[in-house]
T-cell receptor, first 112, second 116 residues
């Protein structure tokens, strides 16, 4: 079955700098890749997603890139702010399977 | 749109008791998923249901766990004879009709189960 690896497990950046989180997946049939942000004690919230027919997607300070050949995708957050501090999860799913397979999560801390 | 509603938010059970977790999907969503999250860990898929059908239960433990999504009412995740290792946050997510290439899933607030 699908396996999603996420790195790093923790990331600390200065406010205003950029943060990058990377994920790799194993199943070449996967074609949907969402990213979730989870604050302490709260629900995972979808922040951006990308489908396999697209190489990059941007939404304000957040962007996601996908390399289908290498089977990896990345989350980029620019001009980080304290409210970006949270745990971020990548996930993958494929048509017909629907279930999301999650990475292990990255705890992002923005230092003021 | 109230979003995905889960209740209770917190549930304490003694070892051996039963736990029932409820999930009402977003309006217009016909697909429900249950995930389990252990402390400091990621989300692990448990089961995927549509109305009156279990589509994928590959993540469900073979014993003590069951799930349903009846024609009327919320989806229920049932854990019988709970043990300490069942303590976790259980999240429900819902999505609309399947579209090509996967579909967005929106999560509820979760039920935090503590077994004492």
């Amino acid at each position: 079955g699908e396996n999603v690896e996420q790195h790093p497990s923790t990331l600390s950046v200065q406010e205003g700098d950029s943060a990058v989180i990377k994920c790799t997946y194993s199943d070449s049939a996967s074609n949907y890749f969402p990213w979730y942000k989870q604050e302490l004690g709260k629900r995972p919230q979808l922040i951006i997603d990308i489908r396999s027919n697209v190489g990059e997607k941007k939404d304000q300070r957040i962007a996601v890139t996908l390399n289908k050949t290498a089977k990896h995708f990345s989350l980029h957050i620019t001009e980080t702010q304290p409210e970006d501090s949270a745990v971020y999860f990548c996930a993958a799913s494929k048509q017909g399977a629907q279930k999301l397979v999650f990475g292990q999560g990255t705890r992002l801390t923005i230092n003021p | 749109n109230a979003g995905v509603m889960q209740n209770p938010r917190h549930l304490v059970r003694r070892r051996g008791q039963e736990a029932r977790l409820r999930c009402s999907p977003m309006k217009g969503h016909s697909h429900v998923y249950w995930y389990r999250q252990l402390p400091e860990e990621g989300l692990k898929f448990m089961v995927y249901l549509q109305k009156e059908n279990i589509i994928d239960e590959s993540g469900m433990p073979k014993e003590r766990f069951s799930a349903e999504f009846p024609k009327e009412g919320p989806s229920i995740l049932r854990i019988q004879q709970v043990v300490r290792g069942d303590s976790a946050a259980y999240f429900c997510a819902s999505s609309p009709m399947m579209r090509q290439g996967g579909t967005e899933a929106f999560f509820g607030q979760g039920t935090r189960l503590t077994v004492v």
